[in-house]
């Protein structure tokens, strides 16, 4: 065994249990290596005095508390950042939603009020079928809209036209009726009830007017069925309720 | 068995903040980590610059479980070290040093003169090649275990504890080499 292992090995042994049998028998034999154990105490004592001597500056105290101390202060501002983005993205998200619910969710009035403006902006020859045959308009329907059209009688008035239209982001079909006293143009629009209607689970009967045309607006079995006119409010009313009679 | 100093911070035990338990043992082992620093780098300007980068290491890591925070912030700063001091780690005079003025392991020795300054150990200790004196500063003067040395500096514990031997073999020839009349009768730098 060389002195530099039998020394190493000397070492070893403070933390980790007896000297091995190698390094004793060398150790008894190497005068070298037991000077090296004899002044090992007293140089372990004299580089620890040392260590006690010294102490870290007061300048360099002053800095790192004044590390610590800006860190706190830059981690509260990115924290304040940080929670400030957060709730500019919850509200965001939280516009976006009611944005989004508001579009696809109509309540009845304001889907009342879309037949309305619908009525208000017709105009002739927009019509894709004229007819005044309920059956044939029935049939002109099928496969042009995703729910069955039934063309009911409105009392002293006739269908003259139909023809698909949008309301709300929806397919509806529109029929177009003439009171037979005056020829008032009446539109009957059925469309597919939107969900949040069915999820209101009661049952929706809107009566609405504006700008002088007035609207009856009802759900039945998943449909939504409007009417509306320029004619007062008690006939329309009353051609509602003959319609809803008519329902299966 | 060298008398270790009290563990007055323990990450073991629950804390809310990390960054308050990093603060607590910086300034508990403030002085401890400058004589490491000033060990190694030679200079007190260095060890200064050198403990500051080691608290914003240390306050980067902040938040990973740190069993013994005195062994992992000696570890933090002995990599700022290593990283500022690669090149002249991997060439130059320490590996001149090494081999030119190591001694022989059996050789004979003076005997160690019967009163030494603290001006001449520490001479003796900054003479020593890094490898050397950070085994020897971290075990002698600041108590570490083998073990605990061996994580710090990330090497084998064998290999510890042969620079520790050859480190204490070179630093007991400098000192024997002390004139106690005033001259050095060797050139410890």
């Given at each position: 065994m060389t002195c530099d292992k039998c020394r190493a090995q000397l070492i070893l042994s403070e933390e980790r249990g007896p000297v091995p049998a190698a390094a004793q028998e060398h150790l008894g034999q190497c005068h070298a290596c037991q000077e090296f154990v004899q002044d090992g105490e007293r140089l372990r004592k004299e580089v620890r005095l040392l260590a006690e001597t010294e102490q870290a500056p007061r300048e360099l105290r002053e800095k790192i508390q004044a590390m610590f101390e800006d860190r706190a202060v830059s981690r509260k501002r990115q924290w304040l950042v940080w929670a400030g983005a957060a709730a500019a993205l919850v509200l965001l998200v939280l516009g976006v939603y009611g944005w989004y619910y508001t579009r696809r969710s109509p309540t009845p009035d304001r889907l009342a009020r879309e037949f309305i403006t619908d009525y208000q902006s017709y105009l002739p020859g927009k019509a894709e079928i004229v007819s005044n045959s309920p059956r044939d308009i029935e049939q002109w329907f099928q496969g042009r809209v995703d729910f069955p059209v039934r063309v009911p009688a409105l009392p002293a008035a006739a269908p003259v036209e139909a023809r698909v239209c949008e309301i709300g982001n929806r397919k509806a079909a529109l029929v177009h009726y003439r009171r037979e006293s005056d020829q008032a143009l009446i539109s009957f629009f059925v469309a597919i009830e939107p969900p949040a209607f069915d999820q209101a689970r009661k049952s929706v009967r809107v009566s609405t007017s504006y700008e002088g045309v007035n609207a009856a607006l009802w759900c039945h079995r998943g449909l939504v069925f409007s009417l509306v006119g320029a004619i007062d409010e008690a006939s329309l009313n009353q051609m509602a309720q003959a319609v809803r009679q008519q329902s299966p | 068995m060298i008398p270790r100093p009290e563990m007055a911070v323990s990450a073991e035990k629950p804390s809310t903040n990390p960054g308050s338990l990093v603060r607590e043992a910086v300034l508990v082992y403030l002085d401890d980590l400058f004589r490491f620093a000033l060990r190694l780098t030679r200079n007190a300007g260095d060890a200064d610059d050198l403990v500051q980068e080691c608290v914003l290491r240390a306050l980067e890591g902040q938040n990973r479980v740190v069993r013994n925070p005195r062994a992992w912030l000696f570890q933090t700063l002995y990599h700022a070290f290593v990283d500022h001091h690669r090149k002249q780690l991997l060439r130059g005079p320490y590996e001149e040093e090494l081999s030119g003025e190591s001694t022989q392991a059996g050789a004979a020795v003076n005997p160690l003169p019967a009163a030494m300054a603290a001006e001449d150990v520490r001479a003796a200790v900054e003479s020593l090649p890094p490898q050397f004196r950070a085994v020897v500063w971290l075990s002698d003067?600041?108590?570490?275990?083998l073990r605990e040395v061996a994580e710090i500096l990330e090497c084998p514990l064998g290999t510890v504890a042969s620079r520790l031997a050859r480190g204490r073999q070179e630093l007991r020839q400098r000192l024997s080499a002390y004139d106690p009349q005033g001259r050095d009768s060797h050139d410890l730098r």
């Open positions: - | 003067a600041e108590g570490f275990l």
